[in-house]
């Protein structure tokens, strides 16, 4: 008998009647008790998902300014807790915790015992290595089972969670790490990437000397490093323990707010953003997300068989989703490797391969990944059994409706039932979806179903009005518990409060445009500040200018990001040269090196422009967002003050060429 796979949200309704005697005659009705009765809301969540505390809480939100709002004063929780308490009886139905797979093709299975040992084993390694509650250990490693045992480790005493991909330059994980001064990284010395193997360990080696609050070492070895990395403590070992002192661990109670995690998010200017959240506002939030996101645990009946698999590297927020399915009790699926092929030979079929092969029933990736799967011609039916499949997500940048329809034909003609797709929008900055999926709403291509539920979003005119259906600054004018509880060294909130708070005091200002309808369905159209989003990874600007401007050719740049409208991002980059140098092949080439070295491949730019100058406000700050709505066909005269510009002349050459791009549109 299949599973009856009845939608989470309709069974939380169902309970919302039973216990509170709460009916609501549409889904509208329910999202606006949820976010006015915030503390029944979430008072509500915290009962359904059971979560547990050794001591009550005396508030549910004491306090309910943003920045700064109070949840759960006297709770305790773990996140670790969440994850094993599945253990016992998803090992009885037979269901493991992680299946992981890879390029190379090596399947493992890791049982839910086995996890809970390991992270016993590491967690009492780490506490051998001195790491006490609240220091920072900092991870350097790939999408694979070791990180998310290490994370779970972290998390069971109180230490703090930071980790950047292996596919991201030295500098770029500096810049990140350096801030948060950690005492332990645990590292990876090589991995296969894109039909490659790749040593790390130059770059490691690198690190650690960048680090120097770092004291030990605990070192995953591979078969890719092409030297010996100097180490404190190698992943076998760490894992190695067993005996009473392993099988009588169990995660440390935390105050609700202790930092859990350190994740980065760049702005415009200066360094990336260590943004800090703490253990229970995650724990809450992501139940939250879960009713919407529709995953079950996979020993119960409704969700039998569950596995769950969003694709992402460490680098990007939906590790930190993919992760959660273990807190639902869902066997989770990851794949460390390219989902493209190689570069010599592109292969879009990859994941869905992989999906077919672990008999995935949840299937995510960023929007790009599917225009590009839709682009190359793929046929879903050829890469295996897809009949498991009932759920598609997407995220990253807004899905268009001729990619999500071709997505359903062709999982439909692969043999699944059914599909729902749950497209999401939210940030790695509160590590959850503003606006996301229900299965119990019309799907209509194209559009997000509705707003989250505790999640008060709204679309803002320029006169800071709410609007329907049409365009709008998203905001969220009320408190969520996985907001971030500070930035890591930002000295009396400065950056925390400019970064969401500026434009509208008290209100969280997220830089996206959404249009909301009067159905309640919801459209991203992308950025509404200069952050540059590759396939839902962000990047500051700032760190694109170190980068092409630490070469001595270059005297100024400006880099920006059009995504607009469920458009790919294409995002030019314009330079001004040194006097005699001109933009050939070869200086390309540097520039494009210089980007992929310290910060990642994803962030090359399409195309490279040599300009005579980078316009300018009188004090200096470059004109990124008044070019962008230039380029996105916006008349000059709108966006920008040319009597508040240093160079108002520059802007003639970006004029024509804004001119010329969309002559080339229409003709096209």
């Not at 943004?275 to 645990?297: E, K, P, Y």
């Not at 309808?517 to 989003?533: K, L």
Request: with cysteine; proline share 6%.
């Amino acid at each position: 008998m299949p599973a009856p796979n009845i939608p989470q949200i309709r069974l939380y309704q169902d309970w919302l009647r039973e216990t509170r005697g709460l009916v609501f005659d549409s889904y509208d009705a329910l999202w606006r008790w949820s976010v006015t009765e915030l503390d029944a809301f979430w008072q509500s969540i915290w009962d359904y998902a059971r979560i547990e505390s050794p001591t009550p809480h005396t508030a549910v939100l004491a306090e309910s300014r943003m920045p700064g709002a109070r949840w759960f004063p006297g709770a305790q929780v773990n996140y670790a807790r969440e994850v094993l308490r599945h253990a016992d009886a998803a090992h009885a139905a037979g269901m493991p915790a992680i299946v992981s797979d890879n390029e190379r093709g090596e399947v493992r299975e890791m049982s839910w015992p086995e996890m809970r040992r390991q992270v016993a084993s590491v967690a009492l390694t780490l506490k051998s290595l001195g790491v006490q509650r609240g220091d920072r250990v900092a991870a350097y490693m790939p999408n694979v089972p070791e990180t998310m045992v290490a994370f779970l480790a972290c998390s069971s005493i109180g230490a703090i969670w930071s980790v950047c991909a292996p596919d991201m330059g030295t500098a770029a994980v500096a810049d990140r790490f350096r801030q948060i001064e950690p005492k332990v990284l645990i590292a990876v010395d090589g991995v296969h990437y894109g039909g490659k193997p790749l040593d790390r360990s130059a770059v490691l080696q690198e690190l650690r000397g960048q680090l120097p609050s770092v004291q030990k070492l605990l070192l995953v070895k591979s078969p890719y490093a092409a030297s010996a990395v100097p180490h404190d403590v190698d992943w076998a070992q760490a894992i190695d323990r067993n005996g009473a002192k392993v099988a009588a661990f169990e995660p440390e109670w935390l105050p609700f707010d202790h930092p859990i995690w350190i994740v980065y998010s760049s702005g415009t200017t200066g360094l990336p953003k260590p943004i800090v959240h703490g253990q229970g506002g995650i724990i809450l939030t992501m139940h939250a997300c879960g009713l919407h996101n529709d995953v079950g645990a996979s020993y119960g009946a409704n969700n039998f068989g569950e596995r769950y698999h969003w694709y992402s590297s460490t680098g990007w927020v939906m590790w930190n989703s993919q992760l959660s399915g273990m807190a639902f009790g869902a066997t989770i699926c990851i794949y460390d490797g390219n989902p493209a092929g190689s570069k010599e030979k592109p292969d879009w079929s990859v994941l869905w391969r992989f999906v077919a092969r672990h008999k995935v029933t949840f299937f995510g990736a960023g929007a790009a990944y599917f225009t590009n799967c839709m682009k190359a011609g793929l046929v879903a039916k050829e890469c295996g059994d897809l009949s498991r499949v009932r759920a598609l997500g997407s995220t990253g940048s807004p899905l268009p409706e001729e990619v999500q329809r071709w997505g359903s034909r062709q999982i439909l003609e692969a043999g699944s039932k059914e599909v729902w797709w749950c497209n999401i929008s939210g940030g790695t900055d509160f590590c959850g979806a503003f606006v996301g999926g229900n299965r119990d709403l019309p799907e209509v291509p194209g559009q997000m179903q509705c707003r989250e539920l505790g999640h008060a979003v709204e679309a803002w005119n320029e006169q800071g009005q709410p609007v329907i259906g049409e365009v709008g600054e998203l905001v969220c004018t009320k408190a969520i518990p996985s907001m971030p509880l500070y930035f890591w060294g930002d000295e009396g909130n400065a950056r925390y409060v400019s970064s969401y708070f500026d434009t509208y005091p008290g209100v969280w200002r997220h830089g996206d445009w959404i249009r909301i309808g009067e159905d309640g369905g919801c459209i991203i159209y992308g950025r509404s500040d200069a952050t540059i989003n590759r396939q839902g990874l962000r990047m500051g600007t700032s760190e694109i200018y170190s980068a092409v401007e630490g070469l001595p050719e270059v005297l100024d740049s400006m880099v920006v990001d059009l995504e607009y409208l469920g458009r790919d991002s294409y995002m030019p980059l314009f330079v001004v040269l040194r006097p005699g140098v001109s933009l050939d092949d070869a200086m390309r080439t540097r520039l494009n090196n210089a980007i992929k070295t310290s910060l990642s491949p994803r962030f090359v730019p399409n195309d490279i422009f040599q300009v005579a100058e980078i316009p300018r406000t009188l004090s200096g700050k470059k004109q990124e967002l008044p070019i962008k709505k230039l380029l996105l066909g916006q008349p000059i005269e709108k966006v920008v003050n040319r009597e508040a510009m240093a160079n108002p002349g520059s802007l003639d050459w970006y004029v024509a060429f804004a001119a010329q791009r969309a002559s080339a549109s229409a003709s096209a």
